[in-house]
């Protein structure tokens, strides 16, 4: 009974995957034939050689910027709505505002930004508008739950102390939460600004602007060369970013 529950399970994972091939009708040996393996070789040959011509990369530079304002401005826009949702969404104002704030954050993360952006390019074009809004809407409703989650758990003897010796309700929070709040806040920040980095890359895919809409230009238009540029300088901007923001966390958070 052991060794037949033993191999069981390989040999329904085994079943699984060829039912998995005939069920998609996959043609594996189309692909790995050697028609198929010598075009995708000249496929991956054509990225070898990136496109450094000056107007190319003066082209790349402003979609980098504009990737890189999207970002950033997503998040700021982020952070600003999700730390106005996260008070109700703590229990700070009342049951009833708590549900609702959390409802909405729900709805809002609960949406992928790609969907987002698909919306958002119906309501406000094309272009970096549609992008910033969809990486703030997102970011909002992650951002707005995880600061909600710190608020809960900070200690509120300080703010009580304050609130006992004669001060206002915000003046209290301002002084004796936000102090101890504010290190974790900013790391959570600065993480989903690292994350909508990478995302602002990719919004350009439904027209959000920015270097994915370059990429997606560039390959449907199988210009690998100048493809190969766009997905350099997405290399390149990401390890930027993450250097610049472990800097931060090490400069504001830790410090």
């Not at 708590?98 to 992928?112: E, F, I, S, T």
Request: charged fraction near 10%; glycine fraction near 10%; hydrophobic fraction near 60%.
């Amino acid at each position: 009974m052991n060794a037949l529950s033993r191999y069981a399970w390989p040999l329904l994972l085994i079943a699984a995957v060829i039912g998995s091939f005939v069920f998609l009708q996959l043609e594996a040996g189309a692909v790995f034939s050697v028609d198929g393996l010598r075009q995708m070789a000249d496929y991956a040959a054509g990225f070898l050689h990136p496109d450094l011509s000056a107007g190319h990369l003066r082209a790349i530079g402003y979609a980098a910027l504009e990737t890189l304002a999207m970002s950033a401005m997503g998040t700021l826009l982020a952070a600003l709505l999700g730390t106005l949702l996260a008070l109700p969404a703590a229990g700070r104002v009342g049951l009833i505002a708590k549900g609702a704030a959390r409802l909405l954050l729900n709805a809002l993360r609960a949406v992928p930004e790609l969907v987002w952006a698909a919306l958002m390019v119906l309501a406000a074009g094309l272009g970096p508008n549609a992008g910033t809004l969809a990486l703030a809407l997102h970011t909002a409703g992650v951002l707005g739950r995880l600061f909600a989650e710190a608020l809960e758990n900070t200690p509120n003897a300080p703010a009580e102390a304050l609130r006992l010796a004669g001060s206002s309700r915000i003046s209290a929070f301002c002084y004796g939460t936000l102090p101890v709040l504010w290190p974790q806040l900013m790391a959570y920040t600065l993480y989903r600004w690292e994350n909508n980095i990478r995302m602002a890359s990719v919004l350009g895919f439904v027209g959000a602007g920015g270097l994915g809409q370059m990429l997606y230009m560039s390959l449907s238009l199988f210009q690998e060369a100048q493809a190969s540029t766009v997905i350099l300088a997405m290399l390149l901007m990401v390890l930027a970013v993450d250097a610049l923001s472990g800097w931060a966390r090490m400069r504001w958070v830790r410090g």
